[in-house]
């Protein structure tokens, strides 16, 4: 009789220490797994449309697959304390494309279009650093392209390259467009009309290796936040330029009829920049008209331009170590782009405002 009742009195106590068990266990805080935690954030992560794009970075190294992809020393995300920023960055010298001799860190979209079809490309971004080696003569020294519309088929010319540049010592430096005509025959004579957004054009260069022109009164600055559309709509090419406390630009240029068929329509300021080495040639009359083009983006340092000395000996002026992407890195011989917003699509009829 006392066993009975011994055994009927433990029971609901043994109820209630495993109940107390069981909510003690699943009240505990649980470990995340592997899956959940995520301690990298990546350039797809910032700007969705990696997956329309494939990279070329500054050592050479290029992929097709973009999502979750970095590199640490050329392409990954960087936040400035508000946002995260998709970062850029290529030495003054690396490894090149097969049709330049400047190195990039930038992004080519996989979608190829011809002027009549059109496509668009905007960019919201910042330039951080230009190299600071270079040749003031040299008018590519100091500059940086950020993003361009390039030929897929003839010469592979490139009908748009928007630049950044700024001589060292200016606080202020100088965005500015170039149109590289599609040369008419053989393309030894090519040249680039360069048209001014905020501060100087590319034809504005210093009179020595170290001397610099005046500093644009109405330039950006380095770390000052921009945007640009690209608009080409059934073969005319649209550009939109704004920034906080700059007049906003727009441009526009056909893609279809050139207007440098004769010599006698080449720009005074080819003359003076190209003429000396021969390249004064002229534009097929229907332009870019009927061959493939595609977009690129990112950074496409510029600083290994070339300029004659006495019409025989090229040279750069601007350091690379020999290569040595780390040194140049240390020693101010790169450039660095920063995109918090982008977008890729096909091209729209402008507003007419």
Same mark, same amino acid.
């Given at each position: 009789?006392?066993?009975?009742?011994?055994?009927?009195?433990?029971?609901?106590?043994?109820?209630?220490?495993?109940?107390l068990?069981?909510?003690?266990?699943?009240n505990?805080?649980?470990?995340?797994?592997?899956?959940e935690?995520?301690?990298?954030?990546?350039?797809?992560?910032?700007i969705?449309?990696?997956?329309?794009?494939?990279?070329?970075?500054?050592?050479?190294?290029?992929?097709k697959?973009?999502?979750?992809?970095?590199?640490?020393?050329?392409?990954?995300v960087?936040?400035?304390?508000?946002?995260?920023?998709?970062?850029?960055?290529?030495?003054? @010298?690396? *490894? $090149?494309?097969?049709?330049s001799?400047?190195?990039?860190? &930038? %992004? =080519?979209?996989?979608?190829?279009?011809?002027?009549?079809?059109?496509?668009?490309?905007?960019?919201?971004?910042?330039v951080?650093?230009v190299?600071?080696?270079g040749?003031?003569?040299?008018?590519?020294?100091?500059?940086?392209?950020?993003?361009?519309?390039?030929?897929?088929?003839?010469?592979?010319?490139?009908?748009?390259?928007?630049?950044?540049?700024k001589?060292?010592?200016?606080?202020?430096?100088?965005?500015?467009?170039?149109?590289?005509i599609?040369?008419?025959?053989?393309?030894?004579?090519r040249w680039?009309?360069?048209?001014?957004v905020?501060?100087?054009?590319?034809?504005?260069?210093?009179? @020595?290796? *170290? $001397?610099?022109?005046?500093?644009?009164?109405?330039?950006? &600055? %380095? =770390?000052?936040?921009?945007?640009?559309?690209?608009?080409?709509?059934?073969?005319?090419?649209?550009?939109?330029?704004?920034?906080?406390?700059?007049?906003?630009?727009?441009?526009?240029?056909?893609?279809?009829?050139?207007?440098?068929?004769?010599?006698?329509?080449?720009p005074?300021?080819?003359?003076?920049?190209?003429?000396?080495?021969?390249?004064?040639?002229?534009?097929?009359?229907?332009?870019?008209?009927g061959?493939?083009?595609?977009?690129?983006?990112?950074?496409?340092?510029?600083t290994?331009g070339?300029?004659?000395?006495?019409?025989?000996?090229?040279?750069?002026?601007?350091?690379?170590?020999?290569?040595?992407?780390?040194?140049?890195?240390?020693?101010?011989?790169?450039? &660095?782009?920063?995109?918090?917003?982008?977008?890729?699509s096909?091209?729209?009829?402008?507003?007419?405002?």
């Amino acid at each position: 009789m006392n066993r009975k009742i011994t055994k009927s009195l433990l029971q609901p106590f043994l109820m209630l220490s495993i109940t107390l068990l069981l909510s003690a266990c699943l009240n505990t805080p649980q470990k995340p797994t592997i899956n959940e935690v995520k301690s990298t954030t990546y350039p797809s992560d910032v700007i969705p449309f990696m997956k329309e794009w494939s990279i070329l970075c500054g050592d050479g190294e290029s992929t097709k697959d973009l999502i979750n992809y970095e590199h640490k020393n050329f392409f990954y995300v960087s936040n400035d304390g508000e946002t995260d920023w998709v970062v850029y960055k290529a030495p003054n @010298s690396g *490894t $090149t494309s097969r049709t330049s001799s400047n190195t990039r860190t &930038e %992004l =080519g979209n996989r979608t190829h279009w011809k002027p009549k079809e059109g496509g668009k490309l905007t960019g919201v971004l910042k330039v951080m650093h230009v190299s600071t080696s270079g040749d003031a003569r040299v008018a590519a020294s100091y500059s940086v392209v950020v993003g361009q519309i390039h030929g897929n088929e003839g010469h592979e010319n490139e009908p748009l390259k928007i630049f950044y540049k700024k001589f060292p010592g200016h606080t202020k430096g100088s965005l500015f467009w170039n149109y590289e005509i599609n040369t008419a025959g053989d393309n030894s004579g090519r040249w680039d009309f360069s048209t001014a957004v905020w501060g100087h054009d590319m034809s504005v260069v210093g009179s @020595s290796s *170290t $001397t610099y022109p005046e500093e644009p009164k109405d330039g950006i &600055e %380095l =770390g000052e936040e921009f945007s640009y559309e690209i608009n080409v709509y059934e073969g005319i090419m649209y550009l939109t330029f704004t920034s906080d406390g700059h007049e906003t630009i727009k441009f526009t240029k056909n893609l279809l009829k050139s207007e440098f068929t004769k010599h006698s329509d080449i720009p005074q300021q080819i003359l003076t920049l190209y003429a000396a080495i021969g390249r004064d040639g002229v534009e097929r009359e229907n332009a870019y008209a009927g061959e493939l083009q595609n977009f690129k983006q990112g950074a496409y340092n510029q600083t290994n331009g070339k300029t004659p000395e006495d019409n025989i000996v090229w040279y750069t002026g601007s350091e690379t170590y020999d290569g040595d992407i780390a040194k140049q890195y240390a020693n101010g011989c790169y450039t &660095e782009v920063w995109f918090k917003d982008a977008t890729v699509s096909s091209g729209t009829l402008p507003n007419k405002e």
